[in-house]
């Protein structure tokens, strides 16, 4: 049998604006990671997102990023490993007063965007990531781009890690994501999406934009809360891992 954890980034609209169906994803996913207010989300959001995700007995995580709302958290920032560290205290401290409310626990904390991107080939950023989380939290699961500097920055710290795959986005031949600015870098095929996710988890690779197959870890499988088709998505997801004999799990059920 092999077992795996659905996330999707939710809690990302901002006042009045919306974005995705985080209702309708909550339905599908085991794990929620929500925005902690600077990249997207506000404290409004960020109330309603964990009262669903409790309701639908979903896993929270944080979802930190850069103080970018205009851009999303998708521009890149220069920061020191202090400033990187503290933004991700702060984001995450944020995220768990609420939480504590509804008795919530932060299962994972997984950056987002440029700072996911930038945490994933910097070794530095990726230490001061996990060692935010270590401060904070041990218990904390890092879950970060798989087989990437912050899979060994968190183990190098001592905290738990999770290596996280994306059905619906393309490689580059060296594992990292391909930027989005690149045409075809986020798949919008559901069947294609599927096919990609079976295989990552039964056999362990996947195939670069290029067509180079990759040897990967999958615990954790993303689909993105702002796709269009994200619903869609997740949906054909967990019905296509039911027939495959591919279990939905939490990640505390699959990190030890």
């Known amino acids: 049998m092999f077992m795996i954890d659905l996330n999707s980034d939710l809690g990302e609209g901002f006042g009045d604006y919306t974005l995705g169906m985080d209702n309708e994803i909550l339905k599908y996913v085991s794990s929620a990671n929500i925005a902690c207010g600077w990249h997207a989300g506000d404290p409004i959001i960020m109330n309603a ?27 890149n920032m220069s920061l020191s490993f202090n400033e ?29 965007g440029a700072m996911y991107n930038a945490a994933a080939t910097n070794y530095e950023y990726a230490r001061a990531i996990s060692e935010a989380i270590y401060e904070v939290d041990k218990n904390i699961i890092l879950l970060g781009l798989a087989n990437s500097e912050m899979i060994n920055a968190g183990r190098t710290v001592g905290i738990k890690t999770a290596n ?16 989005r600015k690149i ?53 054909k997801i967990r019905e296509s891992f039911e027939s495959e004999n591919i279990k939905i799990k939490n990640l505390n059920e699959i990190i030890a």
């Open 49 to 75: 997102t964990v009262k669903m995700a409790k309701k639908m007995k979903v896993s929270v995580g944080a979802h930190p990023g850069y103080n970018d709302l205009m851009g999303f958290g998708r521009r």
């Open 84 to 112: 990187l560290k503290m933004y991700i205290k702060y984001q995450l401290g944020a995220l768990m007063a609420i939480s504590e409310v509804y008795g919530v626990k932060i299962q994972h904390l997984k950056p987002h």
């Open 164 to 179: 996280e795959v994306f059905a619906d986005r393309e490689y580059m031949d060296n594992g990292t994501l391909v930027p």
């Open 183 to 235: 045409e075809g870098a986020v798949i919008t095929d559901a069947d294609l999406v599927i096919k990609r996710a079976v295989k990552m988890i039964k056999h362990g690779t996947i195939e670069s934009i290029n067509g180079k197959t990759i040897s990967i870890k999958a615990d954790s499988i993303c689909v993105h809360g702002d796709n269009p088709k994200a619903v869609d998505f997740v949906k």
